[in-house]
C-alpha cells in the first residue's frame, strides 16, 4: 500500500540515483560538453566546465541534506530543528548554484536561465524553512502544554 | 517565565508523591516534573481542574506570579 513512508523511500531512492548521476556527470562532463556544445570555442567551453565543477559541491551537499532528510522522515523524525537546518542547508546550495549560474551567465547566456531556476527554487525552500520552524515551535509549545 | 508553579508544597501538605498526584490528575510523572520544575509552557483548565481536584486546594495555592527582574 503506498504510504508517506513508502514514499519517503521511493525519495531516498530517486536521490540516491541522483547521487549515481551527478558522480557520472563528474566524469563524463568534459566529454559530454565538447560533442554537444562543439560549436562553442574552448576558452568558453572551459567556463561553462569551471560553472559545472563550482556547482557540483552544492549539488552534492543537497542531495546528502535529502537524504538524510528523507531518512528522519522515515523514522518519524518531522518536526524538529534538525529538519530546519536541512530545509537552510538545501536553500543555501540552490542560492550557490543561483550566483555560480549568474555569474557565468555573463558569459553564457544560457546560464542565466538556471540562475533563474535556482534563484527561484531558493525563494520557495527559504518559505518552506520557515513554514517548517513555526511548526517545530507550535509542537514544543504543545508538548510542553500540560 | 514570571508564573511559578508551587506544586511541592501543597503535595507536602496533602501528605501526596508526585506519582500519587500524576496518577489522580491522569498525567504522566514526566509530565508533572515539566510543570514542577517551571518548563511547561501552558497549562490547560482541564488540568488545573484535575490538580485543585487532587490537592483540595485553590489555583491561587499552586499559581504564583513573580515579576521578572529587568
Known amino acids: 500500500m503506498y504510504t508517506s513512508v513508502t514514499s519517503a523511500k521511493l525519495t531516498r531512492v530517486l536521490t540516491a540515483g541522483f547521487c549515481v548521476l551527478l558522480l557520472a556527470l563528474m566524469?563524463?562532463?568534459?566529454?559530454?560538453?565538447?560533442?554537444?556544445?562543439a560549436y562553442l570555442d574552448v576558452a568558453l567551453r572551459h567556463k561553462v566546465m569551471f560553472a559545472f565543477y563550482l556547482c557540483c559541491p552544492a549539488a552534492g551537499t543537497a542531495l546528502v541534506s535529502i537524504l538524510l532528510l528523507m531518512t528522519n522522515i522515515i523514522h518519524d523524525?518531522?518536526?524538529t530543528a534538525k529538519t530546519v537546518f536541512f530545509m537552510r542547508l538545501l536553500s543555501w546550495c540552490c542560492a550557490w548554484v543561483a550566483a555560480v549560474c549568474l555569474g557565468f551567465g555573463f558569459f553564457w547566456a544560457p546560464l542565466l536561465v538556471f540562475?533563474?531556476?535556482a534563484a527561484f527554487m531558493t525563494l520557495i525552500l527559504r518559505v518552506l524553512k520557515?513554514?517548517?520552524?513555526?511548526?517545530?515551535?507550535?509542537?514544543?509549545?504543545?508538548?510542553l502544554t500540560i | 517565565?514570571?508564573?511559578?508553579?508551587?506544586?511541592?508544597?501543597?503535595l507536602a501538605k496533602r501528605k501526596l508523591s508526585s506519582g500519587e498526584l500524576a496518577a489522580k490528575v491522569g498525567i504522566t510523572q514526566a509530565n508533572l516534573s515539566i510543570l514542577k520544575t517551571g518548563k511547561a509552557k501552558a497549562v490547560r483548565f482541564s488540568t488545573l481542574d484535575a490538580i485543585c481536584k487532587a490537592l483540595d486546594c485553590q489555583p491561587g495555592d499552586i499559581l504564583e506570579y513573580q515579576k521578572e527582574e529587568l
Open chain 1, 27 to 37: 566524469i563524463l562532463f568534459p566529454r559530454l560538453l565538447a560533442f554537444y556544445f
Open chain 1, 77 to 79: 523524525r518531522v518536526f
Open chain 1, 115 to 117: 540562475a533563474l531556476g
Open chain 1, 130 to 143: 520557515s513554514v517548517l520552524a513555526r511548526a517545530v515551535a507550535i509542537k514544543e509549545e504543545n508538548e
Open chain 2, 1 to 10: 517565565m514570571a508564573i511559578v508553579v508551587n506544586l511541592d508544597v501543597m
